[in-house]
């Protein structure tokens, strides 16, 4: 029986290596009530202590991965001592890890996780969290984990743009822009939903969807509007400190565009885009003006349905 290890994520809330809310707007839960238990995750994994590890959990936490469910402390402390018995020098790292949702007292978390076995093999998984706050201390209540297979190539290449998932925003005059990133089930694709509001009218969106190409050994990336439009492009980085996508669309009268988008992190709670070389129907347009995304920890995007 396998058993998730996804308390990882109190290491990295209680060292400060997460982003909270920007200046001004609601903050969510302090990352100093979790050092604690956050300083001694690694200690106690590394070290097999399932005792140490149990306490991450609040009493009546919940486990699922596909027809495995736990319910209780208790008996995920006994998979954690099973776990340690059956693979006595099993590791774990994480791939990459993002808040969802923060509230004063309970957060979503999201993310991928590697772990090393004692016979030297590797499985991936995807996990969705809920913790809660209890005394000062941030517990997991609820944990969804899916193994993922082993020889995915897309979940690796994809982990290098994992600062984009997350909710972003930005708000200029009478209008805003919402765009919330997340991982598709199974760790093979990213999926980002994206609206335009004008004086509280929604004027547009669409979705994007994310992948690794392993023909090309390159990102793609396929585009749908709600407005009918459509289109593929590709993502590419020489540094990984910027990103350049290059799209090209079918508009709904038939016609086509294209542009060239720069993605430039700010830091990581900021994105700066940049538009340049639009063109419709090849005719040429003037460069966009430079947009900031604003990481929020929670989505507040009135999306039509």
Not at 117 to 129: E, K
Not at 247 to 268: D, R
Request: hydrophobic share 35%.
């Amino acid at each position: 029986m396998r058993i998730p290890v996804v308390a990882m994520v109190v290491l990295l809330l209680g060292t400060g290596s997460v982003g909270w809310a920007q200046p001004g707007a609601r903050r969510g839960p302090e990352p100093t009530l979790a050092r604690d238990p956050g300083k001694g995750f690694l200690d106690y994994f590394n070290a097999h202590d399932a005792t140490g590890l149990s306490r991450l959990w609040t009493a009546d936490a919940s486990y699922t991965s596909g027809d495995v469910h736990l319910s209780g402390r208790d008996k995920i402390q006994q998979a954690y001592t099973d776990l340690f018995k059956a693979d006595p020098k099993c590791v774990l790292s994480i791939r990459s890890m993002t808040i969802l949702k923060a509230e004063p007292s309970e957060m979503q978390v999201t993310g991928l996780l590697d772990e090393k076995h004692t016979d030297g093999s590797v499985t991936a998984s995807q996990f969705t969290s809920t913790l809660v706050k209890q005394d000062d201390s941030w517990l997991f209540s609820k944990v969804v984990e899916k193994v993922l297979p082993s020889s995915s190539q897309a979940s690796v290449q994809l982990a290098k743009l994992d600062w984009l998932v997350g909710n972003w925003s930005d708000a200029k005059d009478k209008t805003q822009v919402f765009n919330t990133v997340t991982w598709v089930e199974g760790g093979n694709f990213l999926r980002r939903s994206y609206s335009q509001v004008v004086n509280g009218q929604v004027v547009r969106q669409g979705m994007q969807i994310i992948g690794w190409d392993a023909e090309t050994k390159s990102f793609r990336c396929w585009l749908f509007d709600a407005d009918g439009t459509f289109g593929e492009g590709t993502i590419s980085s020489d540094d990984q400190q910027s990103w350049v996508m290059k799209l090209a669309v079918t508009l709904p009268n038939g016609g086509h565009a294209s542009q060239k988008q720069v993605f430039q992190p700010l830091s990581k709670d900021q994105i700066q885009i940049e538009t340049f070389d639009r063109e419709v129907d090849g005719a040429s347009l003037p460069n966009g003006v430079p947009v900031t995304l604003v990481r929020q920890m929670q989505t507040s995007s009135p999306m039509k349905k």
